[in-house]
Nanobody
Framework: QVRLVESGGGLVQSGGSLRLSCAVS????????MAWFRQVPGKEREFVAE????????NYADSVKGRFTISTDNAKTTMYLQMNSLKSEDTAMYYC????????????WGQGTQVTVSS
């Protein structure tokens, strides 16, 4: 079965940077979309960024445009989220996700990595 494992979260000061990574295993050949979501307790899960295929243009939530960069390796076995100019409102549990491009909803999820931005 497909397994996604996030890492790289931690405590960082406002204005600082972090790079999250997501290791993917157990996935068969095909074209996938991969994405990052985040969630704060008591609030709905929020879309952060998405990349489709190996060379597609990424999509970003308005709240992170210009600050976050999503990327994957060619085989899409590893996904990254470079986060710069972090703000306190970026504090959340960050999840990586994957789906086949024929699916409209993300079907595979990691367990999350916590990002806490201090003021």
């Amino acid at each position: 079965q497909v397994r996604l494992v996030e890492s790289g979260g931690g405590l960082v000061q406002s204005g600082g940077s972090l790079r999250l990574s997501c290791a993917v295993s157990g996935r068969t050949f095909g074209v996938y979309a991969m994405a990052w979501f985040r969630q704060v307790p008591g609030k709905e899960r929020e879309f952060v960024a998405e990349v489709i295929g190996s060379g597609g243009s990424p999509n970003y939530a308005d709240s992170v445009k210009g600050r976050f960069t999503i990327s994957t390796d060619n085989a899409k076995t590893t996904m990254y989220l470079q986060m710069n100019s972090l703000k306190s409102e970026d504090t959340a549990m960050y999840y990586c996700a994957s789906r086949r491009i024929t699916m409209s909803r993300y079907e595979y999820w990691g367990q999350g990595t916590q990002v806490t931005v201090s003021s």
